[in-house]
């Protein structure tokens, strides 16, 4: 079992910048895989980023690519979703999630690959 907990969510002006942690607890078999997700109300949820915590390396969806990055720090079992130039249309509410076996490329933003999910942490960008 994994357990995920989403902090650093908030409210920000366009053009500002966020951080959100994901501090990871329990088995550290189950975190093949972490990622970031976000959904709108109404909308479905989507994938922003993902890192393959074996050997750090990352995807992003092409809306976020040179803004947000994704890192992680295995000394405290934490994911971090660095958010830079912030635009109203990335508000949402943003969950971590974590893979508990290998990934094929084509599954890596699709919710469903990830067994575990943190409760979420709201972002809100004004204009």
């Known amino acids: 079992q994994v357990q995920l907990v989403e902090s650093g969510g908030g409210s920000v002006q366009a053009g500002g910048s966020l951080r959100l942690s994901c501090a990871a607890s329990?088995?550290?078999?189950?975190?093949?895989?972490m990622a970031w997700f976000r959904q709108a109300p109404g909308k479905e949820r989507e994938g922003v980023a993902t890192?393959?915590?074996?050997?750090?390396?990352?995807t992003y969806a092409d809306s976020v690519k040179g803004r947000f990055t994704i890192s992680q720090d295995n000394a405290k079992n934490t994911v971090y979703l660095q958010m830079n130039s912030l635009k109203p249309e990335d508000s949402s509410m943003y969950y971590c999630a974590a893979a508990s076996s290998p990934v094929l490329a084509w599954r890596r933003m699709s919710p469903s690959t990830y067994a575990y999910w943190g409760q979420g942490a709201q972002v809100t960008v004004s204009a």
């Open positions: 329990g088995s550290t078999l189950g975190r093949y895989r």
């Open positions: 890192i393959f915590t074996l050997d750090g390396s990352t």
